[in-house]
């Protein structure tokens, strides 16, 4: 039997999605046949990373991605981002939550900017693109939200990074109730250590250390976390909703 997940005529919006695990989803979701939107928060080179990815996607498929930049703990720049979704595609399919940052620090040194910062992206920025999305969305669509392991191991210093993460996940529990009426279903996944260049800029000593948590004995990788977006916006998932789907390896420590 051959089953294959088909997304053309689909549109899908990728938060955060100049470099990582977001870059990868948009690119999954081209190989399916969807139609992407990069979206990134116009810091530094992020930019011009996301018109890269563009060009590499349309050099397969003319007109098939767009980049569109908007700080998705600005209400007003998601809101405007939705309404040029709206114009040039004339509504959304899928919306993926995954722009986030970190700002590490233990409860007593965390400044109130620090945990300001990272809520009102990591939380916030969700709660935002829910919102103004559900109102170009289609009928059938799908959300997928990152959470974190973090959520669920509270690591040391990252307070702020847990706390918008478990928020999230609980989040997309009632948006699955809210926006059933459409048939738009709701998920988070919660990945692990996951190999990017930021996993990257752990010791060796701490990597060895998480590494003995990992049943399967190794970090994942960005299209594993990918191709489980991918199934959840898929019709392989068609009654899935309000979950959160760890992808960490069998993490239990």
């Known amino acids: 039997m051959n089953i294959t997940i088909d997304l053309n005529g689909k ?3 990728v938060t955060g ?5 977001g870059a990868q989803v948009a690119r999954t979701f081209h190989e399916a046949g969807a139609s992407v939107v990069l979206n990134h928060p116009g810091i530094g080179s992020t930019g011009d990373d996301a018109q890269k990815i563009a060009a590499e996607l349309n050099a397969l498929r003319a007109g098939s991605a767009e980049v569109i930049a908007a700080d998705v703990a600005d ?6 981002m ?4 709206k114009a040039q595609h004339g509504g959304l399919d899928f919306l993926i939550n995954n722009a986030a940052i970190i700002k590490d620090r233990t409860i007593a040194k965390m400044s109130l900017d620090e945990w300001d910062a990272v809520i009102g992206v990591n939380l916030s ?4 693109c829910c919102k103004f999305a559900l109102e170009i969305m289609r009928d059938h669509g799908a959300v997928v939200s990152f959470g974190s392991i973090a959520a669920i191991q509270g690591f040391f210093g990252q307070a702020n990074y847990a706390s918008a993460k478990a928020g999230v996940q609980a989040m997309m ?10 048939n738009i279903r709701a998920n988070a996944i919660a990945p692990g250590v996951i190999e990017t260049s930021m996993a990257a800029t752990i010791p060796e000593n701490v990597r060895a250390e998480m590494m003995k948590n990992i049943p399967l004995g190794r970090f994942g990788t960005v299209q594993e976390v990918a191709n489980v977006v991918l199934f959840l916006c898929s019709p392989l998932a068609s009654y899935v909703t309000g979950q959160t789907i760890e992808i960490n ?3 239990r420590g």
Do not use: T
Not at 17 to 21: D, F, K, L, R, V
Not at 82 to 85: E, F, L, P, Q, S
């Open 11 to 13: 549109v899908a919006l």
């Open 17 to 21: 999605a100049s470099q990582g695990i």
């Open 75 to 80: 209400a007003v720049q998601v809101q405007a």
């Open 82 to 85: 939705m309404a040029a979704i």
């Open 125 to 128: 920025g969700v709660f935002h």
């Open 173 to 182: 529990r009632v948006l699955s109730r809210e926006a059933a009426r459409k």
């Open 249 to 251: 390896g069998g993490w």
